[in-house]
């Protein structure tokens, strides 16, 4: 994707290598003045990225894992990185909350993401437009065991329809696991800070193991629930 102020929000939370295509002017403005280890595919020759024949631009390009380390160390930045992280059980927890089995987001009508509950594996399955989200290499339906539903303030910026999402300060939001849904709150207090989410008591969620999935969604979307 192309740089945008929230993707380096979010980026920023994990001290990264930060990876992108471009993106906004603000956005690059950020990369710099906040003197991150930035890889702009823009910036860098066919070994670091490449386009395949396979998808219509801009959605075919590619890299590896092998390409932009090389890259990171040809650029002399750290390939290695300490951070805060969310805290998570040692073994399934079962939530207090309302039972969920699918959770629809229309961001559009012609995008709609969703989440269907599993009760076999206790897993959340995930569609974009009624049909399998796939991985494109191994072709496996994309799942996850958590979902993070965070509302964030968010506005049309220009006439090419940027955004902005406002993801520092607090707001509400849903934890999603085995078949049932929690509302939480969710706390950013600046930049570099790591987004928290708690219970309505105040207290921090820790989430259950495996795949966490975070949905940020306009604080004005009406979600659809079963």
Sequence with gaps: RSARP????????????????????QALQDVKNLK???IDALACGKNTFWRKKHKPI??????????????ANRKKYKTSSKFKTLLFNERDT??????????????????VSEFRYNKDDRLYYRYVNNKP????????????KNII???????????????????IGKGKGLYITDGKMMEITWKKN?????????????????????????????????????
């Design 6 to 25: 929230y993707f380096v929000d979010k980026a920023l939370e994990y001290d990264p290598l930060y990876i992108h295509v471009g993106g906004s002017p």
């Design 36 to 38: 991150m280890a930035d």
């Design 58 to 71: 801009p959605n075919n390009m590619y890299t590896s894992y092998s390409a932009l380390i090389k890259e």
């Design 94 to 111: 079962k939530i207090e909350g309302k039972s969920l089995e699918f959770i629809k987001f229309p961001y559009r009508k012609s995008y």
């Design 133 to 144: 989200h796939k991985d494109e290499a191994s072709g496996v339906h994309l799942t996850a």
């Design 149 to 167: 539903v965070q509302y964030a303030n968010t506005k049309v910026i220009d006439n090419k329809g940027r955004l902005e999402i406002d993801l």
């Design 190 to 226: 600046d930049r570099r800070d790591l987004t928290r989410f708690y219970d309505l008591n105040g207290n921090e969620i820790k989430f259950n193991p495996g795949i966490t999935w975070h949905q940020v969604v306009p604080s004005t979307m009406k979600i659809i629930i079963n």
